[in-house]
């Protein structure tokens, strides 16, 4: 096992990780499937996945690649030469992520707000990882790091979050 490159580590996640979370911060009105339903009664996402929620991830997922960006750019430079473009596909990329488990979790009849382990917190991982990959595709080692790290923030932040009564449910 090659060592773990923690500064490359966080610049990669940094982006997805302020997309997602001000998703949830954020997190509006409309929902992004307007309340549309499918043949099977259930809805198509939910109430959980907003306009304004998605919409604000994507800009300060990528506003936070900037920022980085801007900051460190020889270390930016380190990962790759197109670190804007990388925060700006993991952004959107964690962010459908989270939509598609939201459509799976209603086609399996799973309410708004249940959660499901592992898919719940690591569904915006994979999202950024498999979008990301046309600029940067971790080492199996880091995809473990950043996988077993997501469960312990996911834990910690939502419950952060549910304390401060952003969240209805601790997770
Ligand atoms: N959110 C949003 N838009 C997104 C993602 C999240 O508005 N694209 C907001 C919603 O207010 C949502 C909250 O963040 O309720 C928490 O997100 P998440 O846990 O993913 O949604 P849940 O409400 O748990 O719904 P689901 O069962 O569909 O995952
Ligand atoms: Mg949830």
Redesign the pocket.
């Not at 799973?110 to 499901?116: L, Y």
């Not at 952003?166 to 449910?169: E, G, N, R, S, Y």
């Given at each position: 096992m090659e060592s773990l490159n923690l500064i490359h580590i966080l610049l990669y996640i940094m982006p997805f990780y302020v997309a997602?979370s001000t998703?949830?911060?954020?997190?509006?009105k409309t929902?992004?499937d307007l309340g549309k339903m499918l043949s099977d009664g259930k809805r198509l996402?939910?109430?959980?996945?907003?306009?304004?929620?998605?919409l604000?991830?994507l800009f300060l997922g990528l506003l936070t690649s900037l920022v980085i960006a801007g900051l460190f750019p020889s270390y930016t430079a380190e990962l790759t030469s197109s670190y804007v473009l990388l925060g700006f596909l993991v952004s959107f990329g964690a962010?459908l992520g989270?939509?598609t488990?939201?459509f799976f979790?209603?086609r399996s009849r799973?309410?708004?707000?249940?959660?499901?382990l592992l898919l719940?917190q690591l569904?915006?991982v994979f999202g950024a990882l498999i979008v990301g990959s046309f600029i940067y595709i971790p080492s199996f080692y880091e995809i473990l790091f950043i996988s077993i790290l997501t469960l312990f923030v996911h834990k910690a932040s939502?419950w952060i979050a549910f304390k401060f009564k952003?969240?209805?449910?601790p997770?």
């Open positions: 997602n998703a949830m911060l954020f997190g509006g929902p992004l996402l939910g109430d959980g996945k907003t306009f304004k929620g998605t604000a991830g962010l989270d939509i488990a939201s979790k209603r799973i309410e708004r707000g249940t959660e499901v719940d569904d915006f939502n952003l969240k209805k449910v997770w």
